[in-house]
């Protein structure tokens, strides 16, 4: 059964061995789960977007309960604004998402679930890799679309946005690779609006993070 | 959503009039994909497109795909302003043929 979009980018910033989330996923995986929510309802034709604002198109549920809690607080909602408030908004509930997807994964047979302790004291429940068939497939739908000249589908331009949102690109290539497709990554994200708010949210993040750090 | 067909000199050329966007994507998307049949060269005049979303970008861009894919062409023409501006900020002018006037679109895949 095919991964949804919040599925794979969850996978994509697990790391395989350990079963816990890339550090470096944090704190950007919770606006880049959001966004493939919001990805994935924007694909059903649940909602549209344009620079300005994010509509509802079609309040009928999808079937999917992280897509149809979405949804439904976007329907919900007393005025329009706009994708980067969406994203924003729903990263606030990133932490049950998460959960939610993490059982899927190990429903699908995908990931397991192992409950540890994490230094010894603190009880954490890790998710290893258990089949690496769905993330092989997903890096190699990604890789097809990096190191090859072709116009995207707009689920793989999608997709990318979302990794690139999760920083999760440093760790799929090599610096060489990195550095020969950097542009090819901005370029296929970039055609989708969502992936530039994710950008937009993201930089003001770290821009935030900055502004509080201390000088060192 | 209301599109006109006509054909100059081998190319196709049809005319959108409206919004483009989830609601009119598919019927545009089934036209603009129908027309490229046959490696057919396809110009999308969007001179009467006051509105194209997220969803109305994504079918443009699966024309193009499709064009190449099959061997034909496409390109899209005379968008009005605010939508030549969603095109350039999103790089579509970048990734497929725009040219500012039908003709010029014509005679460009032609």
Redesign the interface.
Known sequence: MPLTMPEEILLLMLDDKSGRLQERAAPSGDYAIAGAVIAEL?LH?RI????KRLYV??PTPTGDALQDRALAQIVAATEISDSRFWIETLAADSDEYREVLFERLVEKGVLKRVEGKFLWVFPERRYPQISDKEEREVKARIMGVLFKD?????RDSLLIGLCRAAGLFPLLLSGQELDRVQARID?VA?????N?SLADAIREIYAQIARFAPMV | MDITETTIGGVKVAALKGRLDTATAPAAEAKLVGLLDGAAKVVCDLSEVHYVSSAGLRVLLKAAKQAKAGGGAFAIAAPQAPVREVLEISGFDKILAMYATRDEAVRGIG
Not at chain 1, 48 to 51: G, L
Not at chain 1, 150 to 154: A, T
Not at chain 1, 190 to 194: F, M, S, T
């Open positions: 924007a034709g549209d977007t344009d620079p198109v079609d072709e116009i995207p589908d707009p370029q970039d055609l989708e609006e969502l530039r």
